[in-house]
Each structure stands twice: as C-alpha cells, then as structure tokens.
C-alpha cells in the first residue's frame, strides 16, 4: 500500500519540469518501485545504475551537457540514474541536464541520504522534488498477524 502511494507520486511528478530524487536505506525497495514507475509512464527510457563500473565511469567523464545527452540518448525521454550517490558532482550534472533538456526527465536514486542531498542541494535548487522510501517496521508488518506467524513470516518479509 505505503509504495503504491508513493509510486504514483512519483508518477505524477513526472514531465512536471523537476529533477526527481528517490533517498532510502538499501533494500527498501527504490529499484523495484521505480522499475513499476518507469513501465507506467511508458517512454523512452534508460537505466543508468552507478554501482556498474564502467556506468559510473561513463557518469564520472560526462563533464558537458553535449556528453551527458550522448550518454543518455537523443531519444530517451526518462532517465533513471539508480545510486546517484556514487557519482562525483551529480547535483552539477543533474542541473546541466534539467537546464539543457528539460524534455528529459530525470529520476535519481540514493541510499546514502546525506551524500545525496548534500551534492544535489545547491545546484538543484528550486529544481528537484525528493521522496523518500523508509522501511517498513517489523511491528508494522506483525500487527496483522499472531506473534508466532509473524516469527515464521520473518524471513520472507
């Protein structure tokens, strides 16, 4: 229910004229949730996911808007760049692209809050909406259950 919520959000906020950021702990969920986002907007898309070493590399060297769009693709109208985090600088690249596309939306994921915002805040400015996906509690996940199923149930959820 929480991530239905937020996808369609997200969805929502999308070819709105900002830069989307996505901040969550590992293994909450942000891939996944994207993955249904992109497939619901159905448009041109590209994954770029910065724990590939020679994505991240290819991120690192993209220093001008011409390379970014190079990277990204003339026909990609969705990017989604999935542990931003990583790359050096990503609030300077996510503004050249937001300030030289602004046909192309831009969906940025991080597991590391603080390094997330802290790159993207001056640059993104007035130019990003952030969400953000908490896991879920184990008392949350139990209230629906009896104690011992909750037990048996630990491992799957």
């Known amino acids: ?11 929502s906020y999308c070819f709105k004229g900002k830069t989307i950021l996505l901040i ?23 994954w770029l996911n910065a724990d590939e070493a020679d994505i991240l590399e290819d991120l690192i060297n993209a220093k001008t ?14 990017v989604v760049i999935d542990e931003a ?18 046909e192309i939306q831009v969906i940025a994921t991080g597991s590391s809050a603080f390094d997330l915002q802290n790159n993207t805040e001056e640059p993104l400015t007035g130019r990003k909406k952030t969400f953000y996906l908490y896991p879920v509690s184990y008392k949350k996940l139990s209230d629906a259950h009896s104690p011992r199923e909750a037990k048996r149930l630990l491992n799957t959820r």
């Open 65 to 78: 808007s011409t390379q970014l769009l190079q990277l990204i693709g003339s026909k990609n109208k969705l």
């Open 24 to 46: 969550g702990a590992r293994q909450v969920g942000k891939t996944t949730l994207l993955r249904e986002v992109v497939k619901e907007i159905n448009k041109p898309s590209i």
């Open 85 to 102: 985090q990583q790359v050096p600088d990503i609030g300077k690249k996510l503004k050249l692209i937001y300030d030289n596309y602004p």
């Open 1 to 11: 229910m929480i991530k239905r919520t937020l996808k369609n959000s997200i969805a």
